[in-house]
Structure formats: structure tokens, C-alpha cells
């Protein structure tokens, strides 16, 4: 009996642990068709291409239903098209929320802080936005004229799926003390500009030059190159500061978008593409730092896109940089046999360190993602992060040892595990 009872016990244990091992892995297959497949994966491919065309299709189903002959022809489908994308986007949203806990920066904390965290990112809080002025409407008494405003929020779910728009945000990051100095100059434009014009002519038309804050309507038109023609000045003094600031205006409105394009074109020639947690967490030697950290190695990396058979690196060429492998896959032929490196590996890293002349060549054997790290930004990352750094030395120490004595050299992190050099 008591033999029964624990054989059926164990077989519950089993049981139990095998339905985790189950939700584990479907958690994680979630994971990566919304977060780290893209581009690579076929359904990961197919989920975001589904996604884009809904979110498109809901932006022209938002201006379409403004038309009244269509509101009244087709009203009915159009909300019933609106119930299926806040389900969708509904679903969407729980399960990123739901497999959130298996990106690496977040396992180390548990799953509700975790998912906490991760609801407060921008793209989550915009997914949020799509869909909960539908849910608001069902307990509050909301207008539905601005609930189908909000629905434009939905457009903003765009973002996730385009580089461009990560770049761009980074530009506006980045240059936001020139932009905010920008403001400052035109503020200060309008101000000077109002007050100016309004002392010219205010005697002359009191009714549209009565206070500074009236004549501010012309100085936004005038500086802006607008010049809607409703406001004009009729005195000579007033005619001739108004050709001034004209050309004051095209100067200083101008000065922000040289900031933005200037910064948008050093951004677009420095990466190929973005690089996100999503894609550091394929990289061993990265996925288990914190998001501080990552956040602190991301300026030291360059990311490339390469073609299939690309010779990433020549014999013989001198050691700049060593890169990681995103994504693909990078094949070399050395006097150990041929070796090919896989996602999260990584390569260069003897001759970079040693600053000498590349002893072989590396060649991608797929399409290849990889982040390149020059020497200058590695001796930075060391000074940051000694561990990662001496993890990089170790590998680069045990593959030189594996070349010159003929063996195969160790492909990556993981064949390099010892006491001095724990993985990382």
C-alpha cells in the first residue's frame, strides 16, 4: 500500500515537472516568435507581417469611417473589424507580457517584478494605449468621438517593426541638448518678434496689433515662412522689420532639422541596423547582465548586415576589431580542420588583442547579423565590465594555444569553462 502511494506520488512529481518542462517551452517558443525570431524565424516572419498589415488596415479603417457614406454603408463591419483587432492586440499584448519573464536581463528577478518592468517599456505602454481606451469605454462614460481619436495609438505599434524609427528615436536622444537649445533660440525668435512688430504697429492696426500676445500669431506665421496673409504690416517700419525677421526665420527654423538629419545620417552610416535587448540576448557572454549594463555596452558596439559567402575578415589583414555573431553563421579554415561559428559566438579577438595580422580567414557561410567591437571600445568595455573582458582574453589565450599546437580550436564560450575563467 505504502509502496502504491509513493509510486503514484512520483509519477505526479513527473507528471507536474513534465507539464512545466511543456509551458516552459511553449513560454519560451512565444518568446521568440515576438521578441528574438525576427527576420529569421518563418513564423516569427509571419506573425509580424500579420501584425503590420492589421495595424495598417485599423489606421485606414479609422479614416474611412469619417466618410459618412461609408460610415453608413459599411458601419457595422467596420466595428465589427474593430472588435477582432482589440482581441487580437489584446492577445498580443498578454502574451508578450506572459513570455517577458524568459528574456535573459529579467529571469534573475521574479516573474511579477519581472513582468512589471517589462509593462513599463515604451513599446509595451504603447500596446497598452491601442487597446485600452475600448476596455475604459465598456465601465466609463466616454465620449466616442475621442475614443476613435485614441485609436490612433495604434499607428504608434508601427515603431516596433521599423529600424528607421529606432534611429530616429535614438537621434532625438542624443542631439536633445542641441534641440533643446534650438527651442530656446526660437522662443526667444517669437518673443523678440512679437514684441517688435507690436510696437511698430500697434498705433497703426490696435485690432490685430492690440497686445504682444496677438502679434505672436504674425511672428509664428512670418518666422515659420508660413505667411498666411490675414495679419500684415502697413507702416514702412513695420514692412522692413518683417522682411527681417523673415529671414531670421528661415535660419533658425531650419537649424533644428540640420540637427536631426545630421545626427539621422551618422546614425544610418554607423549601424546597419539597431541593436536591442532582443539581440544582446544572443549573445552568451551578454545575456545574463543586467539591463544597466547592457544599456552601458550598447555605444561600444557596431552592428553590420553581410550577404551570404562575405569575406568578414581576409588573412592577413591587420586586427582592428573582433565581432559577435547575431545571427547566421561564419565559417574558417584552420590547420585543426574547418570550423563554423553559430549565433552567439564570436571571432577576431586574436588579432584585435595582440594588434596583429589576422592567421585566417572568416567567411559567412549564411546572412549574417554581426556586432563589431574595435580595440579602442574593447579597452573601454574592460575598464567597465573586467569580467567580460577577461572571459574574451581567456578564449582568445585558449584558441592561439589550440592553433599552434594543431588542435581544433574551442568555437565558442561554452568549451571554455574552468576555474580561472568561469563563463559568464
Same mark, same amino acid.
Given at each position: ?15 507536474? +515537472? ?126 466616442? +468621438? ?279
Amino acid at each position: 500500500m505504502a509502496f502504491g502511494m509513493k509510486q503514484l506520488g512520483t509519477s505526479l512529481q513527473h507528471g507536474w +515537472r513534465r507539464g512545466r518542462v511543456g509551458r516552459d517551452g511553449w513560454r519560451r517558443r512565444v518568446y521568440e516568435i515576438l521578441e528574438v525570431g525576427r527576420g529569421e524565424d518563418r513564423a516569427s516572419i509571419l506573425v509580424d507581417r500579420a501584425l503590420i498589415v492589421l495595424i495598417i488596415a485599423n489606421v485606414i479603417a479609422f479614416a474611412a469611417e469619417t466618410v459618412p457614406s461609408i460610415q453608413e454603408n459599411y458601419g457595422a463591419a467596420l466595428d465589427v473589424f474593430n472588435l477582432v483587432s482589440v482581441f487580437i492586440f489584446t492577445i498580443e499584448y498578454l502574451l508578450r507580457l506572459w513570455s517577458c519573464v524568459e528574456v535573459p536581463f529579467l529571469k534573475r528577478i521574479p516573474p511579477l517584478e519581472a513582468r512589471f518592468r517589462f509593462a513599463r517599456r515604451p513599446y509595451m505602454l504603447i500596446d497598452l494605449a491601442a487597446i485600452l481606451p475600448f476596455y475604459l469605454s465598456l465601465f466609463l462614460a466616454i465620449d466616442l +468621438r475621442i475614443l476613435r481619436i485614441l485609436r490612433l495609438f495604434r499607428f504608434l505599434k508601427l515603431a516596433r517593426y521599423s529600424p528607421a524609427l529606432h534611429t530616429l528615436l535614438r537621434v532625438l536622444i542624443n542631439e536633445r541638448r542641441a534641440l533643446a537649445g534650438a527651442l530656446l533660440l526660437m522662443i526667444a525668435a517669437l518673443l523678440f518678434a512679437s514684441t517688435g512688430i507690436y510696437f511698430l504697429e500697434h498705433d497703426a492696426q490696435p485690432e490685430k496689433f492690440g497686445s504682444i500676445p496677438a502679434a505672436a500669431w504674425w511672428a509664428m506665421a512670418t518666422l515659420t515662412t508660413v505667411g498666411y496673409g490675414d495679419v500684415a504690416p502697413v507702416t514702412p517700419l513695420g514692412q522692413l522689420f518683417g522682411s527681417f525677421v523673415m529671414v531670421i526665420g528661415l535660419g533658425m527654423f531650419a537649424l533644428p532639422i540640420a540637427i536631426i538629419s545630421t545626427g539621422f545620417a551618422q546614425e544610418v552610416g554607423r549601424r546597419d541596423f539597431v541593436i536591442t535587448w532582443s539581440l544582446l540576448a544572443r549573445i552568451p557572454l551578454f545575456a545574463e547582465l543586467d539591463a544597466q549594463a547592457i544599456a552601458g555596452i550598447m555605444p561600444y558596439l557596431h552592428a553590420h548586415n553581410y550577404p551570404p559567402h562575405w569575406e568578414v575578415i581576409t588573412q592577413g589583414q591587420q586586427g582592428e576589431s573582433m565581432f559577435f555573431i547575431a545571427s547566421g553563421m561564419v565559417s574558417t579554415r584552420t590547420s585543426g580542420g574547418d570550423i563554423t561559428l553559430r549565433t552567439g559566438d564570436f571571432f577576431g579577438e586574436i588579432g584585435m588583442l595582440e594588434q596583429s595580422a589576422h592567421e585566417v580567414p572568416f567567411t559567412t557561410a549564411a546572412r549574417c547579423r554581426l556586432l563589431r567591437l574595435h580595440r579602442e571600445d574593447f579597452l573601454r568595455l574592460e575598464r567597465a565590465h573586467p569580467r567580460i573582458a577577461a572571459h574574451i582574453r581567456a578564449i582568445a589565450e585558449a584558441r592561439k594555444t589550440a592553433r599552434d599546437a594543431g588542435r581544433p580550436e574551442p568555437r565558442g564560450a561554452s568549451e571554455i569553462i574552468d576555474d580561472d575563467h568561469p563563463a559568464i
